[in-house]
């Protein structure tokens, strides 16, 4: 199964490919507002994100890949990404995470995103639980997950580690029911 095209009213949520190199560089990947919170550094060369979507593209070729680019239905434009990223098979979890574009903040593409691909794993995997992590201070990312029917079940301390140092995280989840 892994990653398939999805269309919500606004966007296309597709595979990623190393022709999106420039468009995922240029739009979000090396932008230091829009990597803040991530736990990866803003890249610096076009080439390092070809290679990063070569590797994705390999990725996809085992179907247990989930990871989308979200692209703008009108303009073709990609303006972000939402992937699996851990899959606790073992217990049926799955965790998500995702980026976008500063350009495109506070418009809701990052909750209508996530809401289709709630509707896509619940359809079609067996997992139970869906959760995420976000830096305490990103309050922006918790809207987004209490939008899309995320429950808030606490922050742990200096838990995790992205551009900004080692940081609190707060964890949501939201179970099949």
């Known amino acids: 199964m892994g990653t398939e095209q999805l269309v919500t009213d606004r966007l296309i949520l597709r595979k990623l490919t190393v022709d999106d190199s420039r468009q995922m560089f240029n739009n979000w990947?090396?932008?230091?507002?829009?990597?803040?919170?991530?736990?990866?550094?803003?890249?610096?060369?076009?080439?390092?994100?070809?290679?990063?979507?070569?590797?994705?593209?390999?990725?996809?070729?085992?179907?247990?890949?989930?990871?989308?680019?979200?692209?703008?239905?009108?303009?073709?434009?990609?303006?972000?990404?939402?992937?699996?990223?851990?899959?606790?098979?073992?217990?049926?979890?799955?965790?998500?995470?995702?980026?976008?574009?500063?350009?495109?903040?506070?418009?809701?593409y990052t909750s209508e995103a996530l809401s289709a691909i709630i509707d896509f794993l619940f359809e079609t995997t067996s997992v139970n639980r869906l959760e995420a992590f976000h830096d305490a201070e990103n309050k922006n990312s918790g809207s987004v997950l209490t939008k899309c029917g995320f429950v808030f079940e606490g922050v742990l301390r200096q838990r995790g580690k992205n551009n900004r140092g080692v940081v609190d995280q707060c964890i949501y989840s939201l179970l099949r029911q």
């Not at 507002?33 to 991530?38: G, M």
């Not at 070809?50 to 890949?65: F, G, M, N």
């Not at 680019?69 to 990223?85: A, D, F, M, T, Y």
Request: hydrophobic share 35%; proline share 4%; with cysteine.
């Open 29 to 108: 990947a090396s932008d230091p507002a829009a990597t803040k919170y991530l736990p990866w550094k803003p890249y610096q060369k076009l080439e390092d994100v070809s290679a990063y979507l070569k590797t994705i593209e390999h990725e996809y070729q085992t179907h247990d890949t989930f990871c989308w680019g979200i692209e703008l239905k009108e303009s073709r434009q990609l303006i972000g990404s939402i992937s699996v990223v851990d899959d606790y098979k073992e217990i049926q979890t799955m965790a998500i995470g995702y980026v976008i574009g500063q350009n495109w903040w506070h418009q809701g």
